[in-house]
């Protein structure tokens, strides 16, 4: 059974500020792994999207890896501002194409 | 349209009521999903649909809760003699098939909808 962790719960950090948000997955025969984010009361937003066969993917200033051995992915956020508070939700797609999600990070970054 | 798009966006309704909830996924996208997300917790699946196959339905809740999906297009999530305990936003999410036989790539990259949110009163 794929059981999908994310750390910390929730993160308070000052704007300006690199961050990494952590993502552990238990079944390393995943498919691929998606970052989403999440403001109050709205859908999912994609953010990345990173395949089975790859390491990482950029956007702007979110950079998302993957170590399917080990079953972790990480979010790196550089120069945080207070628009990127929202909670972050780490999803991995099984070879089944059943996609389990971890519970989120709530992030606040602090002007 | 370009996104998913869902329908209602809110309701409201009596506890032993029964609900339609609709997706309308996007164009070309074979595989839809369905979760719910309880106040404060994180998404529980529901059930996944890929194409003509039989649908995934290993977490609907109990036998009140079914979905359909016609024509391989929009899908209906139904909920029979709501219960308070039904309150919650329920998300749907689209996107293409993946790759079989181990290849990787091609763009799987799931998007969801605003998600309609059910009050049970």
């Known amino acids: 059974k794929q059981e999908v962790t994310q750390i910390p719960a929730a993160l308070s950090v000052p704007e300006g500020e690199n961050l990494v948000l952590n993502c552990s997955f238990t079944d390393s025969a995943i498919y691929n792994l998606q970052w989403f984010r999440q403001d109050p009361g709205k859908g999912l937003t994609s953010l990345l999207l990173i395949q089975s066969s790859q390491r990482e993917q950029t956007s702007g200033r979110l950079n998302a890896s993957l170590d399917k051995s080990s079953g972790r992915s990480t979010l790196y956020i550089a120069a945080s501002q207070p628009g990127d508070s929202a909670t972050y939700l780490c999803?991995?797609?099984?070879?089944?194409?059943?996609?389990?999600f971890g519970k989120g990070t709530r992030l606040h970054i602090l002007p | 349209g370009a996104g998913v798009s869902q329908s209602p966006s809110n309701k409201v309704t009596e506890k032993g009521k029964d609900v339609e909830l609709r997706c309308d996924p996007i164009?070309?996208?074979?595989?839809l999903y369905w979760y719910r997300q309880s106040l404060g917790q994180g998404l529980e699946f529901l059930i996944y649909f890929q194409g003509n196959s039989a649908p995934d339905k290993s977490g609907l809740p109990s036998d009140r809760f079914s979905a359909e999906r016609t024509g391989g297009s929009v899908s209906t999530l139904t909920i029979q003699r709501t219960q308070q305990e039904d309150s919650a936003v329920y998300l749907c999410?689209?996107?293409?098939?993946?790759?079989?036989?181990?290849?990787?790539?091609?763009?799987?990259?799931?998007?969801f909808g605003q998600g309609t949110r059910l009050t049970v009163v």
């Open positions: 164009s070309g996208h074979t595989a």
């Open positions: 999410a689209s996107s293409h098939r993946r790759r079989t036989g181990g290849a990787s790539g091609g763009n799987t990259e799931a998007f």
């Open positions: 999803a991995v797609r099984r070879r089944d194409d059943k996609i389990i």
